[in-house]
């Protein structure tokens, strides 16, 4: 009895289990789309605005801002190889094979980065050959 359980134990350690595949998978930050990233999970995807919708389409849901009494809308700021873009629609210009990375930065530290009228965050995506 106790051969078999001390049997079962090896044959049960040796066999790949569930959480072993798991951590085979590979894991990706929620503020960053790297290149890798883009070839892994949206090889076809065309432009970037095609992969942030794909890979990450909270980065583009826009959120109140303000008091309760001023509920505007501002859209998210976009940032293309640090030039200020006018807005989402710019990703569509970008190929997704010419990105590196795409990072989004919350309302607090695209604020601090860029100054006011960043309450969404900001999108900035950084291209390469």
Not at 13 to 29: C, F, I, T, V
Not at 41 to 65: E, G, H, I, M, W
């Amino acid at each position: 009895m106790i051969r078999t359980g001390v049997l079962l134990a090896l044959l049960a350690s040796a066999w790949p289990s569930h959480a072993a595949a798991q951590d085979e998978k590979k894991s990706y930050p929620r503020n960053v789309i790297t290149r890798e990233e883009i070839q892994d999970r949206a090889p076809d995807a065309k432009s970037a605005l095609d992969v942030v919708q794909r890979l990450r389409p909270q980065f583009l849901r826009t959120r109140p801002s303000g008091s309760v009494q001023s509920q505007s809308t501002v859209p998210v700021k976009v940032y293309v190889d640090g030039s200020r873009r006018p807005g989402v629609a710019a990703l569509r210009d970008i190929q997704s094979h010419a990105v590196i990375e795409i990072v989004y930065l919350n309302g607090g530290d695209a604020t601090m980065e860029f100054g006011r009228e960043h309450e969404n965050g900001a999108i900035k995506v950084k291209t390469g050959p």
